[in-house]
């Protein structure tokens, strides 16, 4: 049962918590009875959230930019506080620039920018959520998201799709690299969602054929619950209900 997999008291870092899929998936986990670690660069909008989120279970916001060395320390500081980390949702992205510029208009400042964001921060926190999950004998799971731009040519989708692409090739040399242990590695493909970051990128997009982040979300925890291998890759569109 997936609701066995999630026990009440257990800790999760949910990066990019304060709006969309990120907020979705921190609601899902309180309601579980999950400890939740949530950030976002707009402190507003992440007070805002955490307020809300707080009315169904402990959540902690820490404000920031994952691409932060030492905000990537206080998100883990806030789980070693709670004395257990389980779960990292490394979900926190950025496109870089609106409109998505073509590769030959894609500047370097943009390029690392991207690169910055959505593929070495959640590298840097991985590398420190390691030596919090492999204290415990339950081991953890780590989860990073990615998109369908890392495996199919769009034009414009160059600079993200390409940060995508490689944060799922570490995903998967991470996982090999953990062969023993009890710390598992899941990607997961949320598709088309109803987004500020979707309506960003395709501004012209009918909501009516987006999917609710809630409904990915859902998807996404039965996903981390039946696990069977230590790494997989998952669309969540596949496990959305029709």
Do not use: C
């Not at 909008?45 to 030492?70: F, S």
């Not at 953890?140 to 731009?149: E, R």
């Not at 998967?172 to 309506?199: F, I, K, S």
């Amino acid at each position: 049962m997936e609701n066995d997999w999630y026990e009440a008291g257990h800790v999760a870092i949910v990066t990019g918590g304060s709006r969309g899929l990120g907020k979705a998936v921190a609601r899902e986990l309180l309601a579980r009875g999950l400890h939740v670690v949530i950030d976002g660069r707009d402190e507003a909008a992440l007070a805002a959230a955490r307020d809300e989120l707080a009315r169904v279970g402990n959540v902690i916001a820490v404000p920031g930019d994952v691409a932060d060395q030492q905000h990537v320390h206080d998100l883990i500081a806030s789980a070693r506080q709670l004395r257990r980390l389980d779960l990292v949702v490394n979900n926190a992205s950025t496109l870089g620039e609106i409109p998505l510029p073509r590769v030959e208009e894609l500047s370097r400042e943009t390029f690392e920018r991207i690169f910055q964001v959505n593929l070495f921060a959640p590298i840097h926190i991985m590398q420190h959520a390691l030596h919090v999950m492999r204290r415990s004998a339950e081991g953890g799971t780590i989860v990073n998201i990615t998109s369908d731009a890392a495996i199919e040519a769009y034009p414009a989708w160059g600079g993200y799709g390409a940060s995508k692409a490689a944060l799922e090739h570490v995903s998967r040399v991470l996982a090999t690299e953990l062969d023993g242990t009890h710390v598992r590695v899941l990607v997961a493909d949320p598709g088309d969602m109803d987004t500020q970051m979707h309506r960003d990128a395709i501004p012209d997009a009918d909501p009516r054929d987006l999917r609710d982040p809630a409904d990915s979300a859902r998807a996404l925890l039965r996903a981390v619950a039946e696990m069977k291998e230590a790494y997989v890759r998952v669309r969540l569109a596949d496990l959305v209900p029709a």
